[in-house]
């Protein structure tokens, strides 16, 4: 595995892939699905399919952003375009994506805008604390800290009409950074950084509602399926929204300024020509915005290696390969790391390897408007899923840089780290594990240096390596709404392009990955982790980290609420912390005994019993995130039905940990219910306890002894 990957190979794949705009429904993404479908066969894939699906999508027909009326010197008719650029022949293709929101309403709205900063719930309450009505306005905000659907989702529920999103030069342009070489950063084309005309496109749907189709809710959008009225759908927005270039956005803030409040310093960006004011303005801004909403297909590969002991246990592996554009990096660079590994794959089962378990290899369609194909695929297959998935291992945005990312569930948590120690990284001396660590650590010292003024360079705290899966990725299906154990890893760097056409194959070659190495990278990292778990005789998880980290996790949460400590949910994570180190000590021993009878060969004498624990422990931990998941779902959002971890619900890509407990808090509700929502995680908690000893009702066959009988 880490001496098959070929750069050339994937440079090949990634070409195809980044050659044209691929949008999922479109005819460019339906041959590619065809074509990826052809390589896997090539490749030797003996099972591999185009499984269809039928979601509701839009694509835009009648786009305006103007301001029509107010002093003479402010009207403006905005561009809603990217410049060409000469270096760069994708930004000039015949078949360039328009800039759009996916899943935005339609409108033709005309009133004051108001600049509203990230469009956070705080951003909203400062500003109408301060007197400032959004009745009948323009919501202005800038792109970051939260999803987009959340921002819109904000300014429809204070009363705005309508909603632009924004690329400041602070966020992803060049304002403020630097180079390697300490040299002055630079928008593309000179540098990987956002441009003035450049534009992110991107879904609006309330990801931390709903993910997947709007008209199909919890269940799959086949061809034939009983769909809700567009009427009638609740996670997505019914005010008419459009993404922006800063270059766009300047005449807005130009007619605002010296208008309501003056922008203080964490609501300042990179447009130096103005004082970033809030508003609302004299001038008058039209916004129309009119789709063509359409019932269409999107098409996921799958590829199916059949396992050879456990054929009835799967792990699932999968990028998504839509895009917003060319996707260079999101998603052609994970496309092609996928179909790397799959050409591998076809090489060692040319040379007589099969998984112990069966590997499923999925390139997902749809992720661009909210992990359509890849929910639509978990709500199709729930129930095999739910009584056969091992784990999922996602790849997103795979490349656009050298530093290794991934968030994970905590029971794969030592799995990344033991293989990142194996892989090397391709520009240090170090591992990946290592260079990665140290990236952290350096993050975490800059950040000290920010909120201190000590001349003393401070020293490099513990830092916290994997973060925990929130939302905007297709993971969600499988780990929130089945509890199916995750992960998703990436190489991040610096990146201005996302979702802009700029997004290119000029791009990665000149800024994201110029040789492929870290493409090549990625390949071993995902293909090694995907032999683990589907090769190893003992399952390479570990409850004992997850009970590690809710115990942090609820000891913290137990501080913040200062007298309010959780008790009964603090009893029961210290309980499970208990069991997982005992369980833990069964597993070592375990392990240490299948690797002295394969050692020696003499697995006969004690076969049946030492056989009989395997199956147990392995049963045990494939089964172990499940006793998280809450048929009933989170209040409010339904769909999302592990107690333990969920999409913020504010702010939708980063995590929130005991979701329920957290939102009663926030949300002002009554000690009762707050109270009744820490009694029910912590039961779920009791149970997860539970499955470790054997007593679950997940567990079938499993008599609740212990796996360290002796045998002698």
């Not at 920010?450 to 299906?477: C, F, Q, R, W």
């Not at 180190?581 to 002295?596: S, V």
Request: glycine residues 8%.
């Amino acid at each position: 595995m880490k001496a098959l990957p070929s750069s050339d190979s994937i440079r090949d794949f990634f070409h195809y892939y980044a050659s044209e705009p691929h949008l999922a429904g479109s005819h460019a993404d339906k041959r590619q699905a065809e074509w990826t479908l052809s390589k896997f066969q090539e490749f030797g894939i003996p099972n591999a399919t185009i499984e269809t699906y039928y979601p509701w999508l839009n694509t835009p027909k009648t786009r305006r952003l103007a301001i029509v009326s107010g002093p003479e010197e402010f009207l403006y008719e905005a561009k809603l375009s990217e410049d060409v650029v000469p270096q760069d022949p994708s930004s000039n293709h015949p078949n360039a994506l328009p800039t759009f929101h996916g899943y935005s309403a339609d409108g033709n709205v005309t009133g004051s805008v108001v600049y509203v900063n990230y469009g956070r719930l705080n951003d909203f309450q400062f500003l109408a604390a301060r007197g400032v009505n959004f009745t009948g306005t323009i919501a202005l905000m800038r792109h970051g800290n939260i999803a987009r659907g959340l921002k819109v989702r904000m300014a429809e529920k204070f009363g705005c009409v309508g909603a632009l999103l924004y690329s400041d030069p602070m966020e992803d342009g060049p304002f403020n950074k630097e180079t390697d070489e300490s040299e002055p950063a630079e928008s593309y084309p000179n540098g990987p950084w956002r441009s003035p005309s450049s534009v992110e496109r991107g879904t609006v749907q309330y990801m931390s509602i709903l993910p997947g189709d709007m008209l199909t809710p919890g269940y799959a959008a086949t061809e034939n399926a009983t769909r809700l009225d567009p009427e009638e759908t609740y996670a997505m927005p019914k005010i008419p929204s459009l993404p922006i270039s800063w270059s766009d956005a300047l005449p807005l803030f130009q007619a605002m300024e010296g208008l309501g409040l003056k922008g203080e310093i964490d609501w300042l960006g990179g447009l130096c020509e103005v004082n970033y004011y809030s508003g609302p303005s004299v001038a008058q801004v039209n916004l129309v915005n009119i789709n063509e909403y359409k019932i269409k297909p999107i098409w996921n590969v799958i590829g199916r290696i059949e396992g050879a002991i456990e054929p009835h246990r799967a792990v699932i592996i999968g990028t998504h390969r839509d895009a917003w554009g060319f996707g260079g990096a999101d998603a052609s660079s994970g496309s092609a790391v996928l179909l790397e590994l799959v050409r591998i794959f076809g090489v060692l089962l040319e040379r007589g390897w099969q998984p112990r378990r069966t590997l499923i290899i999925a390139s997902w369609d749809g992720q661009g408007y909210g992990s359509v194909g890849s929910t639509e695929w978990v709500e199709d297959h729930k129930e095999w899923l739910d009584e056969q998935a091992v784990a999922y291992i996602n790849v997103d945005q795979a490349i656009t840089g050298p530093h290794f990312s991934a968030q994970a569930s905590p029971l794969l948590n030592s799995l990344i780290f033991d293989i990142t120690q194996e892989v090397m990284d391709p520009h240090t001396s170090m591992s990946v594990y290592e260079a990665w660590k140290q990236d952290r650590e350096t993050m975490a010292v800059q950040k000290k240096k920010k909120h201190h003024d000590d001349t003393e360079t401070p020293t490099a705290p513990l830092v916290k390596m994997i973060n925990a899966l929130g939302g905007g990725s297709d993971y969600m299906a499988f780990y929130e709404h089945l509890g199916i154990s995750s992960m998703s890893m990436s190489f991040q760097g610096d990146y201005g392009v996302y979702h802009s056409n700029y997004d290119s194959i000029y791009w990665m070659e000149h800024f994201g990955d110029p040789t492929y190495e870290y493409h090549q990278t990625m390949v071993r990292i995902w293909g090694l982790i995907a032999l683990r778990l589907s090769s190893n005789s003992l399952l390479p998880m570990s409850p004992l980290d997850y009970s590690t980290e809710l115990s942090v996790r609820v000891a913290a949460m137990a501080n913040d609420q200062g007298c309010a400590t959780l008790p009964e949910l603090s009893a029961a994570v210290a309980a499970l912390h208990e069991t997982s180190l005992h369980f833990n000590h069964k597993l070592e021993k375990l392990q240490k005994k299948l690797d002295k009878y394969h050692m020696f060969n003499i697995f006969k004498k004690h076969h049946k019993k030492t056989q009989k624990k395997l199956v147990k422990a392995n049963e045990r931990l494939a089964q172990y995130e499940r006793a998280f998941i809450d048929p009933v779902g989170l209040p409010g959002r339904e769909w999302f039905k592990h107690i333990v971890y969920a999409p913020d619900l504010y702010a939708g890509y980063k995590a929130s940990v005991f979701p329920s407990i957290i939102e009663a808090i926030d949300q002002g509700a009554s000690p009762s219910f707050t109270r009744e929502m820490e009694e029910r995680a912590a039961r779920f908690i009791e149970g997860a306890r539970g499955l470790l000893k054997g007593k679950h009702e997940r567990l079938q066959g499993d008599d609740g002894d212990d796996l360290d009988d002796d045998e002698e």
